[in-house]
């Protein structure tokens, strides 16, 4: 009888896949079933495979990965999913679990962080990698923004953190695979939730609040 906890990995390089997997296969505990390089392909998988848990990352073309979440959570209220992601930044682990994610921890953890935090979910527990979760001065003086992009839908979150990050409308229509008409109605609808004219300036709030470097 095979007790080993089934995992949909979700990441759009394939060498990070590879890397999980050779993670996970350190322990006789868990089993890789399937791989998704997108947001759609998870949905579908999990609708599939019905995995124990979806171990995924958050930046991905399509849907992207708060959307992701949002979508199987509305199918599975019960689905876990543990987010391993690059970013670091408060407001990702924050989105991320608003969304219905019961983990966060980052790609730059230690080897074991991933085991123990698939076990903890697997216990029932949230898990979120230690120092993700804090508050700070710098932090307190940026809540009036924070409180704007917490009410950001997930897809404005994410065509907010790739204007931040300095993409042209152009690419990001192509990366998140919507029209460019849509992705520049997006670039309005922020920049006026933001009271900025310039794309310079929704950068300068996201360097602020710690989202980019400086």
């Known amino acids: 009888m095979n007790n080993k906890i089934k995992i949909v990995l979700v990441d759009d390089h394939l060498v990070v896949r590879a890397g999980f997997k050779m993670l996970l296969a350190a ?14 392909q998870a949905i579908q998988l999990y609708q599939e495979l019905q995995p124990d848990m979806l171990v995924m990352d958050l930046s991905m073309p399509g849907i992207g ?6 979508r199987i959570i509305q199918r599975d209220s019960e689905a876990r999913i543990l987010v391993f992601s690059v970013h670091h930044e408060q407001v990702y682990v924050s989105r991320a679990l608003a969304a219905g994610a019961q983990g966060y921890i980052t790609k730059n953890s230690a080897p074991g962080i991933l085991a123990e935090a698939i076990a903890a979910i697997m216990a029932g527990q949230q898990y979120v990698e230690r120092g993700l979760v804090k508050g700070g001065g710098e932090e307190r003086q940026h809540t009036g923004y924070q409180a704007i992009i ?65």
């Open 27 to 40: 322990g006789d505990s868990v089993e890789v079933i399937g791989e998704a390089e997108r947001g759609e």
């Open 65 to 70: 990965g708060l959307e992701t979440i949002r």
């Open 150 to 214: 917490a009410g950001f839908s997930a897809r404005e979150f994410d065509v907010f953190s790739l204007l931040a990050q300095g993409l042209t409308v152009h690419k990001i229509a192509d990366q998140l695979c919507l029209g460019h008409k849509t992705v520049a109605n997006y670039a309005t609808q922020i920049k006026k939730k933001l009271q900025v004219d310039t794309t310079t300036e929704l950068a300068h709030i996201a360097v602020n609040l710690g989202m980019t470097a400086r």
